[in-house]
């Protein structure tokens, strides 16, 4: 079992275009990797946009916020943006220890 995992991982590896596996991860390379990271704001857009489209009565419409319905879909928007939110704060603390570790050199 263990060589299969082994194989697929060396496997994957060498799916790697050589231009990746070789980049050189710099100063300039983190700074990029953080403003990238800042301008990914198009799921909180649309997060947005979803909840002013949501109406605000108990129509029955599918989707309002005034049903059970419409409460679970702003939840759930709400957990996109929690989920996103906390990935781009793993994502900026990985980066900062990579720039701790390099400036530490």
């Known amino acids: 079992m263990a060589d299969i995992k082994n194989n697929?991982?060396?496997?994957?590896e060498n799916?790697?275009?050589?231009s990746k596996s070789a980049e050189v991860i710099d100063l300039a390379y983190i700074f990029k990797q953080i403003k990238e990271i800042q301008n990914q704001t198009e799921y909180l857009?649309?997060?947005i946009d979803?909840?002013?489209?949501m109406?605000?009565?108990?129509?029955?419409e599918g989707g309002s916020p005034?049903?059970?319905?419409?409460?679970?879909k702003a939840q759930a928007?709400?957990?996109?943006?929690?989920?996103?939110?906390?990935?781009?704060?793993?994502?900026?603390?990985?980066y900062m220890t990579v720039y701790s570790d390099m400036k530490s050199k």
Request: glycine letters at 10%; aromatic letters at 2%; a negative charge.
């Open 8 to 12: 697929n991982i060396k496997a994957a």
């Open 15 to 18: 799916d790697i275009p050589e």
């Open 45 to 47: 857009n649309e997060v």
């Open 50 to 53: 979803k909840l002013s489209q």
């Open 55 to 60: 109406s605000d009565g108990d129509s029955g």
């Open 66 to 72: 005034g049903n059970i319905q419409g409460q679970a």
């Open 77 to 94: 928007l709400g957990d996109v943006v929690r989920c996103r939110e906390t990935t781009n704060q793993q994502l900026l603390n990985f």
